[in-house]
């Protein structure tokens, strides 16, 4: 039972080039989210997905993409990214009904030069 | 909306002495409370969870927290803390009119552990 895994651990982009950031949980649950973290702002939700085929704006989804491709996996895509884009972005899963907290993942740490 | 304060941005305390993190929600009603420990490099790992009931709740690591509701508070303490416990803490809090669905996070405290 890994958790939630997320994929890659590191990147470095240029302004303007695209990537995927991926991210998979094995533990059968609902809700998966999108988070970045950067120096004294804690997390700030991206985008989260409550179920399989539903995906909903965060506090900060500007610059952001996801899917939700099944119940697993959910990724976050920058189309085109930006210096501003520079942090480290978390991935996490929830179970609906029983408990309400949230498992996160290793995170992965991006750069934007 | 609903937000969470964490007043202190970091903390240093000696080995083997107490700790108590502050955490500050505002919302009307009683929301799901959390604190989560991030080790350096790491992901967030939870230490403690409320919900209801007994407002004095025991975490993982020795650690504990206490939710007073006249206080909008959730302070995380712990008696003797180890130098394996520098680390950043965040309080996050669940609101029941989302479903639970969001969690909103603090800014967090860095915790520093001096010998």
């Known amino acids: 039972n890994a958790g939630v895994t997320q994929t890659p651990k590191f990147q470095v982009l240029k302004t303007g080039q695209s990537m995927t950031l991926q991210c998979a949980q094995d533990m059968n649950h609902n809700s998966m989210y999108w988070y970045r973290q950067d120096p004294g702002m804690g997390l700030r939700l991206i985008y989260y997905s409550a179920s399989e085929g539903t995906t909903d704006k965060g506090e900060v989804p500007n610059g952001y993409n996801v899917s939700r491709l099944n119940k697993r996996e959910f990724s976050l895509r920058l189309e085109s990214a930006a210096p501003s884009q520079t942090s480290v972005y978390f991935c996490?899963?929830?179970?609906?009904?029983?408990?309400?907290?949230?498992?996160f993942g290793p995170g992965t740490r991006l750069t934007v030069t | 909306a609903q937000s969470v304060t964490q007043p202190d941005i970091h903390i240093t305390v000696s080995e083997g002495a107490s700790l108590e993190l502050r955490c500050n929600y505002s919302y009307g009603a009683t929301p799901y409370l959390f604190w989560y420990v991030q080790s350096p490099g790491q992901g967030l790992q939870l230490l403690l969870k409320?919900?209801?009931?007994?407002?004095l709740v025991q975490g993982i690591k020795g650690f504990e927290a206490e939710f007073k509701r006249s206080q909008s508070s959730f302070n995380l303490r712990k008696p003797s803390v180890h130098w394996s416990d520098a680390a950043e803490y965040f309080c996050a809090v669940g609101a029941p009119d989302t479903g639970f669905q969001k969690l909103v996070f603090g800014t967090g405290t860095r915790l520093l552990v001096s010998p």
């Open positions: 996490a899963s929830r179970k609906t009904g029983e408990s309400y907290e949230q498992y």
């Open positions: 409320y919900f209801s009931g007994d407002t």
